[in-house]
């Protein structure tokens, strides 16, 4: 008789974590612990034009940097001529009297919400703190702006300076006081400071005291259109970032944020969108009813405040880039509300929301254009798009006419 002897399973701790191994998120960067203010639109964003106009210095890496998209890099053992490659604006040690600063230019006008100081891989060479002030310019003014020269090593002359001192920066709104930032560790790296104003603002002027480094700077906010410029014959697209639309709910951004959903132009990859996880909930085997679309029980929102209130006459959803991913449908549901403050479950209770577009069958890499299919008559503030069951989309456009009336038809 040959004996087999069975070992009892061992468990092992995992001391080291490789590098590339997923990590759940920290909390200081997690959904439930960021204000309310960081879901809005990155008003200085590069994708919807956000520009760097001046800086005092750009000695070890240029102040466009703080614009990207991505999230900061870091290039272990990578020099410059200047010293340490970093992505960020970081200026020299400064040695002589005053602080560093630089003019941005939002990419649409808009109301500034708050901000995230980000100081990503700047460990010992972040900024100690940090101001914001912004103002309104005018073309001639901003001309008074020298050329910008977006290369790392310069700093700005004399006379640069004597000609940007025309525009009095330093006097412009003080919408964040001086503030402390933080080390750029994965748990200290994010600063979200609140904006003190409610007014629409065209530029910025970033302070840091005195000098060093910031990897991302983003400026969370709302575009304000001049709507007395628009005809009520006009047909616009409400939720696009520039015409004022903004995310205000949602039910997971595992992979991509809602917001993007209302970017210009087409999304540049699948990160430029909106993805969700999968859903847990999914049956194990898939049935389709008589129009095709396959029956599911779970669905992800995501709710879009209009710019303005608008009846609706053609939706778009876009998938470019989703090929194995797409939602197999989606539908768009719309409601008025007077006030700009959402309820508690907004998007959740199905109590405020009356269908738009009923649930259309989506392809993949796709632009579907929908007009005939579009049911509702009255004005709507809000929109919810609907997804089943889950995957992503990267663009959604809200063609309608401006109305302040929930009963119009026009």
Known sequence: VKRTNFSPPVTFTLSYIPPDMAQRPVVSTSRD????????NNLISEKLGGRVLFTTDDWFAVAENMLKENEAEWKEGEFTECGKWMDG??????????????IIKLGVAGVVAGVDVDTSHFTGNYVPQVSLQAAVLTPAEEALIPERQSVMGNEASDHDLQQVARLHSEEWDAIIPRSKAQPGYRDTC????????SQRYTHLRLNIFPDGGIARLRVF???????????????????????????VGYSDAHYGHP??????????????????????????????????????????????RLGHPGKVLRVQID???????????????????????????????????????P??????HSIHLYQDEVVMEGAVSHVRIVIAPDGGISRVRIFSRVTDTPESSA
């Open 33 to 40: 612990q960021k204000p309310k203010f960081a879901e809005l």
């Open 89 to 102: 604006w970081e200026t020299r040690r400064k040695r002589k009297p005053g602080h560093d600063w630089c």
């Open 190 to 197: 994010h600063t979200f400071l609140r904006s003190s104003s």
């Open 221 to 247: 906010g709302y575009a304000v259109p001049d709507w007395s410029l628009v005809s009520p014959l006009e047909v616009v697209d409400l939720a696009a970032v520039g015409n004022g639309g903004v995310c």
């Open 259 to 304: 917001r993007n959903l209302l970017s210009p132009g087409r999304a540049s990859s699948m990160a430029d969108g909106w993805e969700t996880a999968r859903r847990l909930d999914r049956p194990p085997i898939l049935e389709a009813d008589s129009q095709g679309v396959l029956q599911f029980s779970g669905f992800e929102w995501a709710v879009i």
């Open 319 to 357: 998938t470019h880039h989703f090929k194995g991913n797409f939602p197999d449908s989606c539908r768009v549901d719309g409601c008025f509300l007077q006030s700009r403050q959402e309820p508690e479950k907004f998007g959740t209770d199905d109590s405020f929301w009356r269908t738009i577009l």
């Open 359 to 364: 649930p259309q069958k989506l392809s993949a």
